[in-house]
């Protein structure tokens, strides 16, 4: 049962086949992520998931005019929620420039439920692409997210209709430091 296939296979996908992801599948892709660590187990994630197609246009507008997202039959919209880490009640606006050491730990802890996401969906035979090219005044408005939750990424889903070639990854030799650096 070895992971190594999916991480080698997987690709970021930017062309869907226009036909819909079971549910089965969303759901074990939801549950993925759901089982993913994080510090003191705070579970900072929460997943909005978008199917309608104005949506899906007004996303990928804001994450400036990717107009191939719209191809995916879904959209996981993947927050971060600052308050599972900061419980006073204090007025919070989380933005990309934020200087809350918090918001750093949530979006790791987040990322890490995302590439549950991302590795799952290889697993089921879907494409995936993780996409993060926005602010959060312009993506959090379209689903009504408050202004004290984190937009980590959103990750368009569906069955590829691309097979883009492996890209050139670094030797082992070039990243690899024991002891120190």
Same mark, same amino acid.
């Given at each position: 049962?070895?992971?190594?296939?999916?991480?080698?296979?997987?690709?970021?996908?930017?062309?869907?086949r226009?036909?819909?992801?079971?549910?089965?599948?969303i759901?074990?892709?939801?549950?993925?992520?759901?089982?993913a660590?994080?510090g003191?187990?705070?579970?900072?994630w929460?997943?909005i998931l978008?199917?309608?197609?104005a949506?899906k246009?007004?996303?990928?507008e804001?994450s400036?005019?990717?107009n %191939?997202?719209i191809?995916?039959?879904?959209?996981?919209?993947?927050?971060?929620?600052?308050?599972?880490?900061?419980t006073?009640?204090? =007025?919070v606006?989380?933005?990309?420039?934020?200087?809350?050491?918090? $918001?750093?730990q949530?979006?790791?802890?987040?990322?890490?439920s995302?590439?549950h996401?991302?590795?799952?969906?290889?697993?089921?035979? $879907?494409?995936?692409? %993780?996409?993060? %090219?926005?602010?959060?005044?312009?993506?959090?408005?379209?689903?009504?997210?408050?202004?004290d939750?984190?937009?980590v990424?959103?990750?368009?889903?569906? &069955?590829?209709?691309? =097979?883009?070639?492996?890209?050139?990854?670094?030797?082992?030799?070039?990243?690899?430091? &024991?002891?120190?650096w």
């Open positions: 049962m070895s992971m190594m296939k999916e991480i080698e296979k997987r690709r970021s996908i930017r062309k869907y226009n036909k819909p992801i079971e549910d089965e599948k759901i074990q892709l939801l549950e993925s992520a759901r089982l660590p994080s003191s187990n705070t579970q900072p929460h997943f978008v199917k309608e197609e949506s246009q007004k996303l990928a804001a400036h005019k990717q %191939w997202m191809s995916a039959p879904v959209f996981i919209v993947c927050v971060a929620d600052i308050r599972c880490r900061m006073e009640q204090t =007025a606006s989380l933005q990309e420039d934020s200087p809350q050491v918090e $918001l750093k949530i979006i790791r802890d987040t990322s890490i995302m590439e996401i991302l590795l799952q969906a290889e697993n089921l035979g $879907l494409g995936a692409c %993780w996409v993060a %090219w926005f602010t959060q005044e312009e993506i959090r408005p379209i689903l009504n997210i408050p202004a939750k984190y937009v990424g959103i990750i368009t889903l569906g &069955y590829a209709d691309e =097979a883009p070639k492996p890209r050139p990854r670094k030797k082992l030799e070039e990243i690899v430091h &024991y002891e120190s």
